[in-house]
């Protein structure tokens, strides 16, 4: 409503949201179509003698599935339909609707609506459908900021085509930062757990170690944290560029959604992905108490792993930032000015050696060698990506044919693009960090670029940019990072300041008496309240 709705709409409803006598959802994904927006089916069809929009599921695949807080909670929501204006099909935009009697809470005529059932996870969430039976609405219950609908029939585009999906870009944006806290929170009960945890001996006839001290278990938690804070970074850095973008579209100016856009698609997807697999990680390093839902990390991945569908499946994602990327490879190619994102799609000369120093030397000369590298495998996959769909579009099949024979290319670039940009964001945080806790920072920063690097060694070695040898110096740079970082580990996770309420997790308690309050934790299960 604030950011897509016009003055009189904002002026009426906003007050009366905050007042909480509206209680508000976003109804967009359908039974039938989710991130294809272009199919929805729930049509919205403008009457201008009574200047009314008819509201209608004309199909059960038209149903509205998957809102959170529908199923019983909400009276009002914001819809995406398929606007007609005169017959005419305009495309999907946005309406205000009021679903429950404010007095009774009762669903309106011509509207169904109800939960739909249980799920991997959220089940405290009301997610829920909603069907509409050809229901009358305000002309002015249009959210027009951007597009508008005169009282005659007159349709206004927006300035730019994507404005109307402004609301998605806010949501992923703040996923970044949010997917980033939940990996923080699963390293954190790791991390503590493994420090409190002793199993076995490193010394022969030594007493029991910590398992924080085994080097695989550095390396299976280490990264987590370091990417946890590069996500978190990241997010940051995205939260500020979408404010930055409200500031110039209220001006008029629409230049930075493009690459808006495509960085937050690229991000959503990256970073809800990595985060899966990173608490997935951290569970299984807590070993057995893992499983248990009394360390929280079952519930924890239940909740998390839903971001990889939900705000746009992840593989589509990836094609959205690809063809930023695409449009970027071939103004580069023309000697056109490009947006400070993917300036590095400039230099698309010979391939050049990697400049990483296989002697250890100067930590910032280092980090900007792994930076550039980073930079030549982002611009590589992009370029090959691009020849790659050109390449079949001239032995005859269409662009849309020759894309998708090509979108898992496609989906390497984006991804490749969107991990430099992480690194960058993490980069430019620690140079800007004040002293007092810049050297742990770039001690992480270089388990990052490190680890980074490393896991796409494929990638270095396959033009010869990095030699076999520089790899090697990399995995023993990395093995340095666990053991500088290992003293700081606690330390690292502490700072992300959440409460033991916040964690939820018997093992991930900051007093460290795990032992005594998971035997607490297992007698008050309903099955021992019986002694039969």
């Known amino acids: 409503i604030e950011f897509q709705a016009d003055d009189e709409l904002a002026a009426e409803i906003i007050p009366r949201a905050k007042a909480h006598k509206i209680i508000g959802t976003y109804a967009q994904t359908e039974m039938g179509h989710g991130t294809n927006l272009r199919e929805l089916e729930t049509t919205a ?58 007095k009774t809470h009762k669903p309106l005529p011509g509207i169904t609506v109800g939960d739909i059932g249980p799920k991997m996870a959220y089940n405290t969430t009301d997610n829920g459908f909603l069907a509409f039976d050809n229901i009358r609405i305000p002309r002015k219950q249009m959210l027009m900021k951007h597009a508008k609908v005169s009282p005659d029939g007159v349709y206004t585009a927006p300035v730019h085509a994507k404005l109307n999906y402004g609301t998605m870009v806010h949501v992923r944006a703040h996923m970044v930062h949010s997917h980033g806290q939940l990996l923080a929170t699963a390293a954190i009960v790791a991390t503590r757990y493994s420090a409190v945890r002793r199993q076995g001996s490193i010394e022969k006839g030594g007493p029991e170690v910590q398992i924080l001290d085994y080097q695989t278990q550095q390396h299976r938690i280490f990264p987590q944290i370091a990417r946890a804070y590069a996500m978190m970074f990241a997010g940051d850095e995205i939260r500020d560029l979408y404010a930055k973008y409200l500031e110039e579209v209220d001006k008029g100016q629409t230049d930075l959604l493009p690459n808006l856009h495509a960085i937050t698609s690229g991000l959503k997807s990256v970073v809800t992905f990595m985060a899966g697999l990173g608490i997935e990680q951290c569970r299984m390093a807590c070993g057995g108490h893992g499983y248990s839902d009394a360390s929280g990390l079952p519930k924890l991945y239940g909740v998390q792993v839903g971001g990889c569908t939900y705000e746009g499946e992840n593989m589509v994602m ?60 982002a611009r590589r ?19 849309e044919r020759a894309w998708n024979g090509v979108t898992v290319e496609m989906n390497r670039a984006s991804r490749a693009h969107t991990r430099l940009f992480m690194a ?38 396959e033009d010869g940019h990095c030699s076999g040898e520089q790899i090697r110096h990399l995995k023993s ?56």
């Open 381 to 399: 996959l992009a370029i090959d990506a691009a020849r790659l769909w050109e390449a079949r579009i001239k032995a005859g099949e269409s662009k």
């Open 45 to 102: 069809a403008y009457d201008k003698t009574t200047q009314e929009f008819i509201i209608n599921t004309p199909t059960r695949s038209a149903t509205k599935w998957w809102p959170g807080n529908l199923g019983k909670m909400a009276n009002y929501a914001v819809v995406a339909c398929q606007l007609y204006v005169d017959g005419k099909k305009i495309g999907p935009h946005n309406f205000l609707v009021q679903l429950r009697c404010e």
């Open 424 to 461: 960058r964001s993490f980069h430019r945080r620690v140079l800007s960090s004040p002293s007092s806790v810049r050297t742990v920072l770039s001690d992480l920063l270089s388990l990052y670029l490190h680890y980074e690097c490393v896991d796409m060694a494929h990638h270095l070695l």
């Open 318 to 377: 990836l094609q959205q930032t690809a063809r930023y990327l695409m449009k970027a490879v071939k103004s580069a190619a023309q000697g056109k000015p490009l947006s400070h994102s993917v300036a590095y799609l400039t230099n698309q000369s010979a391939v050049k050696k990697s400049a990483i120093d296989t002697e250890r030397g100067d930590i910032l000369k280092e980090h900007a060698a792994i930076l550039e590298t980073l930079e030549h495998v």
């Open 477 to 532: 740079r990395l093995y340095e990072d666990l053991t500088t970082l290992r003293p700081n580990a606690v330390s690292l996770v502490d700072s992300f300041e959440q409460s033991d309420r916040e964690l939820n997790s018997v093992l991930g308690r900051r007093d460290g008496n795990v032992y005594e309050a998971l035997y607490e934790w297992a007698k008050n299960s309903e099955l021992n309240y019986t002694d039969v």
